[in-house]
T-cell receptor, first 113, second 113 residues
């Protein structure tokens, strides 16, 4: 059974720091991996989607990497800002039938001014 | 249009009420999903519709009744809910073929009193 783990559960950093959020999964047979951001009480905003054949994706200050063989992904945030404060969720899709998006429990990020 | 729209944003209902949640997308996605999210937890899959047909029901109680009237709309009918059903209800959509990501709506915050 696929399990997704995110470390750390919470992170507090001063503004301007570069930071890394970690995601690991137990079964390397994934279709893709998606990073989401969730603000308190709000829906999920997709940040980056990495296909299983890709190694990384970049969007602005965000860079996500994928090492399928070792079951790891990292989300790198450059020059963090207070507006980056949110919960970041990693989710893997194992393909095949729909409804197989498996989430980690998230990392709650707080960026202090 | 790259959004999933959910209405209402907030809903308070009594345990004897009947209400409905609505979800709409115009991205041509043929898979639509309902997720339930409790505080500080990741989203949990409830239902999956594929080509307007219910394909997955994750053992959800019958007081939750999904409906997919057409390829753009997804409803969740609520009846005789319990206080423990209070949660954020998220709708998502995705393509079915190809290597797809999920697009989530902003959610409906449901409170059962």
């Amino acid at each position: 059974k696929q399990e997704v783990t995110q470390i750390p559960a919470a992170l507090s950093v001063p503004e301007g720091e570069n930071l890394v959020l970690n995601c690991s999964f137990t079964d390397s047979a994934i279709y893709n991996l998606q990073w989401f951001r969730q603000d308190p009480g709000k829906g999920l905003t997709s940040l980056l989607l990495i296909q299983s054949s890709q190694r990384e994706q970049t969007s602005g200050r965000l860079n996500a990497s994928l090492d399928k063989s070792s079951g790891r992904s990292t989300l790198y945030i450059a020059a963090s800002q207070p507006g980056d404060s949110a919960t970041y969720l990693c989710a893997v899709s194992t393909g095949g039938s729909q409804g197989n998006l498996i989430f980690g429990k998230g990392t709650k990020l707080s960026v202090k001014p | 249009d790259t959004e999933v729209t959910q209405t209402p944003k907030h809903l308070v209902m009594g345990m004897t009420n009947k209400k409905s949640l609505k979800c709409e997308q115009h991205m041509g996605h043929r898979a639509m999903y309902w997720y339930k999210q409790k505080a500080k937890k990741p989203p949990e899959l409830m239902f999956v519709y594929s080509y307007e047909k219910l394909s997955i029901n994750e053992s959800v109680p019958s007081r939750f009744s999904p409906e997919c009237p057409n390829s753009s709309l997804l409803n969740l009918h609520l009846h005789a809910l319990q206080p423990e059903d209070s949660a954020l209800y998220l709708c998502a959509s995705s393509r079915i073929t190809g290597n797809y990501g999920y697009t989530f709506g902003s959610g409906t915050r449901l409170t059962v009193v």
